[in-house]
């Protein structure tokens, strides 16, 4: 197997306030829970390298593609969305955040989807992720696939980042979307 380019991809981490998504950040890009984070003020940056395992159409080998990710963890309050517009150019995929112990985080992310509908491009992969799965879970799974599917979202993933129970396949799968929208969207040759 043989190493490719290096790649640089652009994650937003986005939702409502204290639903964690500095915690799954902070798990993700360190390793470490901490219970007692401090909110978000406007926005945070952290920077993780990976290492994905790739197939390209283009390559009938397959390859390992490694690749930095710039997490972008925007704050969950509303006076703070004004410097969203300064740092969602580029981004290449959303991760839309709520608690799965509190139902009224998953109708606030219907505001989110409209504020970020005003800079993303069309395609940009939208994950929505439930976070908290350690915790009693009080929305079904019949109204997150609904909001899923209302909402046209690419796919749905739950967590917990006291745990670490699928913490790194939530950046996982957000990388390979971002990999496989790139696919899609190349000229064909002919």
């Known amino acids: 197997m043989s190493v490719g380019e290096r790649y640089v991809y652009k994650i937003v981490l986005a939702g409502p306030s204290g639903v964690g998504k500095t915690c799954l950040c902070n798990r993700f890009v360190d390793g470490v829970f901490n219970a007692r984070t401090k909110r978000t003020l406007g926005v945070d940056f952290a920077l993780k390298n990976i290492i994905l395992q790739a197939d390209d159409p283009d390559n009938p080998t397959p390859f390992e593609r490694q690749i930095t990710l710039q997490l ?3 704050a969950g309050e509303e006076r703070f969305r004004a410097v969203l517009p300064l740092y969602i150019s580029g981004t290449q995929s959303v991760l839309l955040s709520f608690d799965l ?3 009224e985080t998953l109708d606030a992310l219907r505001e989110w989807l409209e504020v970020l509908a005003n800079y993303l491009d069309a395609e940009t992969p939208i994950i929505l992720v439930g976070m908290k799965q350690d915790l009693e879970q009080k929305i ?25 129970l699928g913490v790194e396949e939530v950046f ?4 390979s979307e971002i990999i496989s929208q790139r696919v899609r969207s190349r000229p064909v040759k002919t």
């Open 140 to 164: 079904s799974k019949d109204k997150i696939s609904e909001f899923q599917s209302e909402n046209k979202i690419t796919a749905y993933l739950s967590t917990s980042s006291a745990t670490g």
């Open 101 to 103: 112990s509190r139902p």
């Open 172 to 175: 996982k799968r957000a990388t």
């Open 72 to 74: 972008w963890d925007f």
